[in-house]
């Protein structure tokens, strides 16, 4: 029958849309007459479309229904539709592995070892894999029963019934009732030599140690007995010919293939050595010839097979060995060496597509935690483990390995196995390469279960997990290199400057030449500075590897080392302070102004030595000392100087905790509230500007009038410096208020207030190297072209005669900073009525204040900027939430009283209180204005200078990244999350604000 065009192109769409490459062909093979009753049902067209690769599920589908007896052929169709579970789990495997098809095709009742799904089936053990391989008497019927109960394995791994870890366990359990299935049959066909010795099998490597891939060599060593009576050497024999026997019945080939190479090459003395020894010949080896990897090989011997009681004792004699093996001469070299020869005999066509072996594989992750494990397993059993991910956990659990290292190496390897796993499981061959076909990789990344860009997506995952596998195994497989690194001194040849620029560029410095330079001027020579510093420095670089710029981190160490080398507190508190090395590695990486203030200032480490250094000062301990630095100082000049040399280092006590926070240590955990991490920061450089522009007016008054100006007058702090909420990069909004002492001409008095605001503003802009600090008076009554400093009843003229609405607005975040507080009070009472209005606002009122925001957001966004990337005026940033806070506050501060606040964020806690916005909408606006409170203040940190947007520079945004808790290769998630963040936020403001 000829189908018509309309109709095939509406079912190449429809095929192509479940995934489907070649529509032609599946069209075709759902047109096959064994597909009839099930070719129109769209549960099955969705199920092929969900597996790795729908084709291939289709063809093995139909070639299993064409194997089918005519009486089994409706029991699977049927199923098929109507039983999910098997339905995802044959498809699952069909999509995922053309070999396991070809074995349903070639035994096509086995698809029903699927059926079950009970709980007792979704994590079988070796019983359960034993009494499934029982009917097997021969290699033949042992592949098949094996193979069969691979499918039921690999089922549940496609379907995500188990991880990838459980996956391989089972793999391994499998393969342990395997050999002993084929232990069985090897002596059932020799009872004689069965009956002269005890045999034990033990499994080594990834099958010893619950970790086997699909396809592997399954690593073993032979034990042998005599039992009682028989003659030792004969028993031997017997046991080698049982030895030879399993192995061949696992590794030959059949009808049925083979089921996977017993490999025996780890024994003592390799292939040169006799296949079975006795555990006495086994003891005496290792005493007396075993090389470092042995032992190392020996940590996930586990015994299988055989007699029980022989492979238990086999474990438990050896294993005191193995853990005396680290204090063997070299060892940790000889460890070392034996990881680089693995990776210099890659084929240098593979290097990039190998993941087991190359450079940030699974096998860089397996060395680093069997190294860790081998040194400090001697006196911690805990660490004893043969499986790699239970090892690194413990190492977690015991301080050896940090948490974050720890969880990114587990998640990394966990990703790289789940790869080999899916690329082994597709034709079940022994292969670690990943494909470079673009079909192979579409298979993968869809197995993985990527769907949008499968290849890119998996390419983008694997390199990236690979280069968290890579920086880490250098960070911890090579401590003791880098201690040999920090060593170096001009002409030592013990590591060549070769080597360790590799080491350093692994860890992730861009200038590894540079940074052996600063390791060497700082750790040359025989002084106990050079001593102390060699002992610091390995630590030291990987906590700058931890940072987006290590570079940086180095260089900033060396300036300060250089600064306070000479100074006896300063190398000890870093030696003796365990949190003070940390803290200043975390800071001098972090970015550019915390730096740059302490190198002003280098004394200010000492703020690093203790937690509570690092608390920021209040305005009430502030100001009193800043006003007593002014006085102490000769001239206005040196006065402000002085305060500025306050504000720096307060600055940098302030930046540095909030840098630690952020980062988190081993002594100080990072913190979990971001917006209590933004209150600290704005209150604590609020405090810090209030008291510097205190002092400048101190100091400013002092020059020409002494102790008394013949005004009273004060400094009204206003926006976010008003609020509380400065970031570092902001300016300090403020309006200029006076009145006349008794006695005192109003001109006088004017006179005198207008040259003590031009003097304050002069000092505060001297220039400087440490940030600026603006003062801004262009909300005061008529912006800039109204008088910088009015009088109290010029204010209240004003305001009762012309104040516009967006005045009002401005002066909800009034407050008092600096000067006469009882003036600073009559202001407030003056404006409470206008910025709390008895009445609420009018709607013309709300339409002005909706119009001016309006107007704002078309006109003052720069040109060229991404309007969702602006965090002050873009989409669901800063003037979003505000403005809309603000609005609520207009309205409703005259019956709420807990709206009287200039800060945004306690007003909207009150209005949540009051009812009058939803939990769900404050919480909204609330995570977007800490968001893009704390990416400002991360630039800012960063940069060292102010800036609205996300930095172009990849360096500068990966910083950005680790500020805000995003770790390496997921600055990409950072601006998605800041993206979705704000837009939710905007959708309120637009209900809220708008009335949309």
């Known amino acids: 029958m000829t189908t018509a065009p309309g109709r095939r192109s509406s079912t190449f769409t429809r095929l ?65 539709i109507t039983a999910k579970p098997l339905r995802d789990r044959l498809l699952g495997v069909l999509g995922a592995s053309e070999a396991l098809g070809d074995h349903l095709a070639r035994h096509p009742l086995d698809w029903q070892a699927l059926v079950t799904y009970e709980p007792a089936d979704l994590h079988p053990g070796v019983a359960e894999f034993e009494r499934d391989l029982a009917t097997a008497t021969d290699p033949v019927s042992l592949r098949v029963a094996y193979r069969r109960s691979l499918l039921a394995i690999a089922a549940r791994d496609v379907c995500g019934t188990t991880d ?91 009808v049925e293939g083979s089921i996977w190479p017993v490999d025996a090459n780890l024994r003592p003395e390799g292939r040169n050595g006799p296949l079975v020894r006795t555990l006495a010949s086994h003891l005496a ?13 020996l940590l996930k011997a586990r015994p299988v097979a055989g007699d029980t009681e022989l492979g238990t004792a086999y474990v438990d004699t050896l294993a005191p060995l193995v853990w005396q093996a680290a204090e063997r001469e070299n060892f940790v070299t000889d460890v070392q060496k034996m990881r680089r020869r693995v990776v210099d005999n890659i084929p240098r066509a593979h290097l990039d597509r190998e993941l087991k072996l190359g450079p940030g594989g699974l096998r860089d992750v397996e060395f680093a935690v069997q190294l860790l494990q081998l040194v400090h397993g001697r006196s911690d059993a805990t660490l004893r483990s043969g499986k790699t991910l239970d090892a690194l956990a413990a190492l977690a659990a015991g301080g050896y390995v940090g948490r974050v290292d720890a969880a990114q190496l587990a998640e990394a390897y966990r990703y790289l196995r789940a790869m080999e796993h899916r690329i082994q499981l597709y034709r079940l061959r022994r292969t670690h390469l990943v494909p470079d076909d673009e079909a192979d990789l579409r298979r993968l990344g869809r197995s993985l279960g990527m769907r949008t860009d499968p290849v890119a997506e998996l390419n983008r995952e694997w390199k990236r997990h690979a280069a968290v596998v890579r920086r880490l195994h250098e960070k911890l497989f090579y401590r003791p290199l880098l201690d040999a690194v920090a060593q170096l001194a001009p002409g030592e040849t013990r590591l060549s400057a070769e080597a360790a620029g590799q080491r350093l560029e692994a860890l992730g410095y861009a200038d590894p030449a540079a940074a052996l330079r600063h390791l060497e001027a700082l750790s040359s020579g025989v002084t106990r500075k050079a001593a102390i510093q060699r002992t610091l420095l390995p630590v030291l670089l990987g906590w700058f590897a931890d940072s987006a710029d290590p570079d940086a981190g180095l260089l900033g160490f060396r300036k300060v080392s250089d600064a306070l080398g000479k100074t006896p507190w300063y190398l000890r508190l870093l030696r003796d302070e365990g ?39 209040s305005r009430a301990h502030l100001e009193p000392e800043v006003l007593a630095a002014v006085g102490r100082a000769d001239d206005a000049e040196q006065a402000v100087a002085a305060a500025r040399g306050v504000r720096r280092r307060e600055l940098f006590r302030t930046a540095a905790a909030d840098i630690i926070a952020s980062y988190g240590t081993e002594e100080i955990p990072a913190h979990a509230d971001a917006g209590a991490l933004v209150d600290r920061v704005g209150q604590a450089v609020t405090d810090l500007n209030a008291a510097t522009i205190a002092g400048a007016l101190r100091a400013a008054v002092r020059a020409e009038w002494g102790d008394t100006l013949p005004t009273r007058f004060a400094v009204i702090g206003m926006g976010r410096f008003g609020g509380h909420e400065l970031g570092y990069g902001s300016d300090a909004d403020v309006l200029f208020v006076h009145e006349p002492r008794d006695g005192v001409d109003e001109q006088e008095a004017a006179r005198a207030a207008s040259t003590v605001v031009a003097e304050m503003r002069r000092l505060l802009q001297l220039p400087t190297a440490d940030p600026p600090l603006l003062i801004d008076a262009d909300l005061r009554p008529e912006g800039r072209s109204g008088p910088l400093v009015r009088t109290l009843k010029s204010y209240e003229a004003y305001y009762r005669r012309w104040s516009l609405s967006w005045e009002s607005q401005a002066l909800l975040r009034a407050e008092p900073m600096a000067g006469d507080e009882d003036l600073g009070r009559r202001f407030l009472a003056l404006v409470d009525p206008l910025r709390y209005p ?27 900027t991404d309007p969702a990337l602006h965090t002050k005026l873009g989409r669901g940033g800063l003037s979003d939430v505000e403005w809309t806070v603000q609005l609520m506050q207009m309205r409703h501060a005259h019956e709420v009283p807990g709206l009287r606040t200039t800060s945004t964020r306690r007003a909207l806690a009150a209005a949540r209180e009051a ?7 404050a919480r909204t606006l609330d995570e977007a204005w800490v968001l893009a409170t704390r990416v400002r203040n991360g630039v800012m940190l960063v940069r060292g200078r102010a800036g609205d947007t996300f930095p172009s520079d990849a360096r500068e945004l990966a910083a950005v990244g680790r500020y805000l808790g995003y ?25 809220l604000f708008y009335g949309a």
Not at 175 to 193: N, W
Request: aromatic share 4%; charged share 30%; with cysteine.
């Open 16 to 80: 192509l849309r479940h995934g489907f490459t070649d529509p032609s062909a599946a069209d075709r093979l759902l047109d096959a007459p064994v597909m009839a009753p099930v070719r129109a049902d769209p549960v099955l067209l969705d199920a092929l479309g969900a597996t790795a690769d729908p084709d291939l599920a289709l063809r093995g589908l139909v070639r299993l229904a064409e194997a089918q007896p005519d009486d089994a052929r409706p029991a699977l169709l049927s199923t098929l």
């Open 164 to 254: 990838v870890a459980e996956t391989a366990a089972e793999l391994a359990d499998l393969a342990t009732a395997t050999l002993r299935a084929a232990l069985g049959i090897a002596r059932a066909e020799a009872p004689d030599d069965a009956a002269q010795c005890r045999l034990a099998v033990i499994a080594m490597g990834k099958c010893g140690g619950h970790e086997l891939n699909y396809v592997s060599d399954v690593d073993v060593i032979f034990v042998g007995e005599a039992v009682e009576g028989a003659d030792e050497r004969r028993a031997l024999q017997a046991a080698t010919r049982l030895a030879s026997h399993l192995m061949r019945i696992c590794s030959e080939t059949t």
């Open 285 to 297: 080896y290792y005493q007396r010839w075993a090389k470092t990897w042995e032992f190392q090989a």
């Open 579 to 617: 949190a003070a090395a940390e803290n200043l590695a975390r800071v001098l990486s972090a970015g550019r102004l915390a730096p740059d203030l302490l190198l002003r200032a280098p004394e200010a480490v000492a703020i690093l030595g203790a937690p509570e250094g690092l608390e920021p000062r």
């Open 838 to 864: 008895e009445k609420g606002l009018d709607d013309a009122a709300v339409r002005e204040i909706r119009r001016l925001k309006a107007r704002m957001e078309s006109e003052r966004l720069p040109r060229g």
């Open 915 to 921: 009812g009058l916005i939803s939990e769900r909408y």
């Open 967 to 991: 770790g390496p290769g997921h600055v990409g998630e950072m601006v998605d999350d800041y993206r979705r963040t704000t837009r939710r936020a905007r959708a309120v403001v637009d209900e």
